[in-house]
């Protein structure tokens, strides 16, 4: 199953973007959908998470008061409304969804997307 990002694209500093993520059709109340970023030249990390049947939420630090993960169940897709964005946001974003009792360990997500680039220039 490959989920779909999208809402991706060039921003300012200061600016918003709001990513999409539609995810499977039958998805546990106990899964969790997150995504990640990859950085130029750096590795895929953690940047929020929203469990699917409680709507509990966790961020990493840097994201913390300006990004906010959602969910809306009935359509199956889940947001990444990000504001104030720096330009060390810039990255590949990732969707991906799973039973993950740890948040932030991607090899407990078992569906990917093919990741949206953002891009926040000065």
């Known amino acids: 199953v490959q989920l779909v990002e999208s809402g991706g694209g060039l921003v300012q500093a200061g600016g918003s973007l709001t990513l999409s993520c539609d995810t499977p059709a039958r998805t546990f109340n106990n899964w969790r959908a997150a995504w990640f970023r990859r950085a130029p030249g750096k590795e895929r990390v953690f940047v929020a998470a929203i469990t699917w049947g409680s709507g509990t939420t966790v961020y990493t630090d840097s994201v913390k008061g300006r990004f906010t993960i959602s969910k809306d169940s009935a359509k199956n897709t889940v947001y990444l409304q990000m504001n104030n964005l720096k330009i060390e946001d810039t990255a590949v974003y990732y969707c991906?969804?799973?039973?993950?009792?740890?948040?932030?360990?991607?090899?407990?997500?078992?569906?990917w997307g093919q990741g949206t680039q953002v891009t926040v220039s000065s």
């Open positions: 991906a969804v799973g039973f993950a009792p740890s948040y932030s360990d991607q090899r407990l997500y078992a569906y």
